[in-house]
């Protein structure tokens, strides 16, 4: 079975200022690994997803995560955040094979300050 | 497309009276998903189909709880009779499967309310 750790409930950080987001994975096989944006009374939106190849993947608006399969982590970076950031961040895992199960984690509250 | 399509947006209800939220997914999509969604608990799967047969549904709470897919084009999570711990953020998400499109699309979700 698979589970996913957010450790961080909520990160306030300054607008302009950088973020890491973090985010631990457990598995005994391969997985995908996805990050999820979810904005006050909407539903989730992908973000940037990792599948295979580059360990690096970037979203459209500024954001990025590493896959590292030794720390099993895949952090969510931005080096400037701004105000309309301020989101929930979910990561997700789901094995590359097997049953095809989502499995969230708890979110992240991001609050981006002015 | 427009997306992942939920009915309704917001839904209050009495303790015991049946609640009936309804999916359409987006079209061509071989899964799809329900989820709740508390501040308690987070997200958790409820259950999933692949080509509308039930995949598993370990995360269905209970007998009150039950959903269908009739055809590829809708699905109903049905719970009977209700309860206020039943309030909840219920969402439904398709996807196309494993490959470089697997990610799960999203619908807007519905807030049930029991009182």
């Known amino acids: 079975a698979q589970s996913v750790t957010q450790l961080d409930s909520q990160v306030p950080v300054f607008e302009e200022a950088p973020v890491e987001l973090r985010c631990n994975y457990s598995?005994?096989?391969?997985?995908?690994l996805f990050w999820y944006v979810q904005y006050p009374n909407q539903g989730l939106q992908l973000l940037l997803k990792?599948?295979?190849?580059?360990?690096l993947v970037e979203s459209i608006n500024g954001f990025e995560a590493e896959f590292n399969k030794s720390q099993t982590s895949f952090h969510l970076r931005k080096p400037s955040v701004h105000i309309s950031d301020t989101a929930e961040y979910f990561c997700?895992?789901?094995?590359?094979?097997?049953?095809?199960?989502?499995?969230f984690g708890t979110g992240t509250r991001l609050k981006v300050l002015a | 497309d427009a997306g992942v399509i939920q009915s309704p947006r917001h839904e209050v209800t009495e303790m015991g009276q049946e609640v009936t939220l309804r999916c359409k997914p987006i079209?061509?999509?071989?899964?799809l998903f329900w989820y709740r969604q508390t501040m308690m608990r987070g997200l958790e799967l409820l259950i999933y189909?692949?080509?509308?047969?039930?995949?598993?549904d370990s995360g269905m709470p209970e007998d009150r709880f039950s959903a269908k897919m009739p055809n590829a084009s809708f699905s109903t999570l049905k719970i009977q009779p209700s309860e206020p711990r039943d309030s909840a953020v219920y969402f439904c998400?398709?996807?196309?499967?494993?490959?470089?499109?697997?990610?799960?699309?999203f619908g807007q979700g519905t807030r049930l309310t029991v009182v």
């Open positions: 990792y599948l295979s190849g580059s360990t």
């Open positions: 079209s061509g999509h071989d899964y």
């Open positions: 189909f692949n080509n509308n047969v039930p995949i598993d």
């Open positions: 598995s005994s096989v391969s997985v995908y």
């Open positions: 998400a398709s996807s196309l499967g494993r490959g470089l499109r697997t990610e799960a699309f």
């Open positions: 997700a895992v789901i094995p590359s094979s097997g049953t095809y199960k989502y499995i």
